[in-house]
């Protein structure tokens, strides 16, 4: 069997605000495997980020999370704050959205790669140097002996991910996080930025965990995706299978508001309405205000149930066979 790297059992996060609690995840399960992608998709503010950055412990101070995680089967909500830093330094590594807020602009980009090796890996500096030289060799960074000693302003924004990213696999973690990490780069550049995390996947045997708002992209990488909105998940299974019948209707409606060439000049659907306040989410599915199959009265009162429309594919609704056709 295949080695479960991270699950996610009844992950639930409120944030303390000034206005009061909010539920910025409630009740939340996956896991991912070595070798696997699991993809998180969904609105900004439905929760991606935050789960990811909870079950890691790296939530803000005022979060409050509960919840099981297991970490290649250690209970991280149950060791030291000590500890979780060296598993969380040693196997997982993370590549967000901005290069520029993951680099710190005084030091060398070989220096920063090198910083993790020293720490989890016991290297002295000139082994970490090294090491940091065949990273940045790894990731595809032209010269990486010369540049070893290049500060990030002097590397373009996707050379900067490529360096980032070089960061994460510093350790060789069995888990990469990808939070947005293509976001901010021109189309050519996100493309090379996602065959470099496929190939050194394909090498590595890393397990990724990639969080994104782009549908064309998970499509292309993902073994299985998960649909959050308001701070839950609406729909989960295997890429291909959410994506050839989409059973709930936001998983529905962004798959309709992609772009398609071959219906280029005309309006994209939009979905009306705003993502649920997490400060005020109402007491059954949060997007029923914006649905537009909507069900009976039991979509506003009550919570629907993830119910498994096909092997492995559960949706959240109470009406899954109509959903599924």
């Given amino acids: 069997m295949t080695r479960e790297v ?3 059992e009844e992950l639930t996060v409120t944030l303390g605000t000034r206005r009061g609690a909010a539920r910025a995840v409630a009740g939340v399960d996956w896991s991912v495997a070595a070798g696997q992608t699991f993809a998180l998709v969904g609105e900004s503010g439905s929760g991606k980020s935050m789960s990811v950055l909870a079950a890691t412990g790296l939530a803000p101070r005022t979060a409050r999370v509960t919840g099981r995680v297991r970490l290649l089967g ?3 909500t149950a060791v030291s704050p000590q500890r979780r830093r060296r598993l969380r330094g040693r196997h997982v590594g993370f590549v967000f959205q901005d290069p520029m807020t993951s680099l710190n602009p005084v030091l060398t980009v070989g220096r920063q790669v090198a910083e993790g090796c020293e720490e989890h890996l016991g290297m002295t500096r000139r ?3 090294d090491r940091a030289v065949e990273l940045l060799d790894l990731v595809g960074i032209p ?3 010369q540049r070893v000693d290049a500060y990030p ?4 924004g996707g050379m900067r991910q490529r360096a980032v990213i070089a960061m994460a696999l510093a350790c060789e973690p069995d888990l990469l996080i990808a939070d947005e990490p293509t976001t901010a780069l021109d189309v050519t550049t996100q493309a090379q930025i996602v065959e470099l995390v496929a190939d050194l996947q394909r090498r590595l045997g890393t397990a990724v965990v990639w969080i994104t708002h782009d549908l064309g992209v998970v499509a292309g990488v993902a073994d299985t995706v998960a649909v959050m909105y308001g701070g839950r998940i609406v729909e989960q299974g295997p890429v291909d299978a959410v994506f050839a019948a989409p059973g709930h209707p936001y998983t529905r409606a962004l798959l309709a508001a992609r772009p398609d060439p071959a219906h280029a000049g005309g309006d994209l659907p939009a979905i009306d309405g705003s993502p649920p306040n997490p400060l005020d989410l109402p007491a059954g ?3 029923w205000p914006r649905c537009p199959v909507r069900g009976d009265a039991r979509c506003a009162d009550e919570l629907p149930p993830l119910t498994e429309v096909a092997p492995g594919h559960r949706v959240r609704t109470f009406y899954p066979a109509r959903e599924a056709r």
Wanted: hydrophobic residues 45%.
């Fill in 6 to 8: 991270l699950a996610i």
């Fill in 74 to 76: 250690e209970e991280l």
């Fill in 127 to 129: 082994q970490a140097r």
């Fill in 143 to 145: 010269s990486p002996a």
């Fill in 153 to 156: 302003h002097q590397f373009s």
């Fill in 285 to 287: 599915c949060a997007f």
